[in-house]
């Protein structure tokens, strides 16, 4: 059984659309978070739920909207999207405790 | 703020030998957490070893192991018998004890490459 789940694993759109990025994790976890590894492959931390409350939301544009619908999900929207905007993102999951586990990434490709 | 520098940007090992990557961080915590990561080409994230900066005494994990230098803010890993399946990107990760806000400050990473 897969532990923390992202769909699509791979997406390509053009300049200016708007898409989303699911995220789910079946581990009973109450932390859930959204890295970003750019094209030289560094990693980054964007946003962290904690029970559905937004507890960590780095210097990320506003284009970029997490939303937790309940503790097992956060999912990812990003409006007008930049071809900046390309790369892999990381949903991961924690539960009082410092180690986290990762999904399997989703690679965003912007025309 | 904290900062992770891995200075060995690729390595590469024969295949059985053992190599060693470096990590340094920057931090004036005194409670934190250490990690080394590793990406293979399918991109997932694997957890390699952990390493609670109040334990002196060094973590392993089978063929892993690390060199924790608190003092010199050093965190290096040591892959001894190393196989094919290592090939992979390391990284490095710094994480403050400051739940439930935790998150990884990662490093650069260091791509190796195991040789038969």
């Known amino acids: 059984d897969t532990a923390v789940s992202q769909t699509p694993k791979y997406l390509v759109t053009q300049m200016g659309n708007d898409k989303s990025i699911k995220c789910e994790q079946n581990?009973?976890?109450?932390?859930m978070y959204w890295y970003k590894q750019d094209s030289k492959k560094f990693l980054k931390i964007m946003f962290s739920?904690?029970?559905?409350?937004?507890?960590i939301n780095e210097t990320v544009p506003n284009r970029f909207s997490p939303k937790s619908p309940d503790k097992a999900h956060l999912n990812l929207h990003i409006n007008s999207l930049e071809l900046g905007d390309s790369a892999v993102y990381f949903c991961?999951?924690?539960?009082?405790?410092?180690?986290?586990?990762f999904g399997p990434g989703t690679r965003l490709t912007v025309t | 703020a904290q900062t992770v520098t891995q200075s060995q940007p690729e390595m590469s090992v024969q295949e059985a030998e053992t190599v060693t990557l470096s990590c340094t961080y920057d931090?004036?915590?005194?409670?934190?957490?250490l990690f080394w990561y590793k990406q293979p080409p399918s991109r997932q994230m694997i957890l390699v070893i952990r390493?609670?900066?109040?334990?002196?005494q060094n973590a392993t994990e089978n063929r892993f192991s690390v060199n924790f230098q608190k003092a010199a803010k050093s965190f290096s890993l040591k892959i001894s018998d190393s196989q094919l399946g290592d090939t992979a990107m390391y990284f490095c990760?710094?994480?403050?004890?400051?739940?439930?806000?935790?998150?990884?400050?990662f490093g650069t990473g260091t791509r190796l490459k195991v040789l038969a």
């Open positions: 991961a999951s924690s539960h009082h405790h410092p180690e986290q586990y």
């Open positions: 581990l009973g976890h109450d932390t």
């Open positions: 739920y904690n029970n559905k409350e937004l507890i």
């Open positions: 931090t004036s915590e005194n409670n934190y957490y």
């Open positions: 390493q609670e900066a109040y334990k002196q």
């Open positions: 990760a710094f994480m403050k004890h400051a739940s439930p806000t935790y998150k990884y400050i």
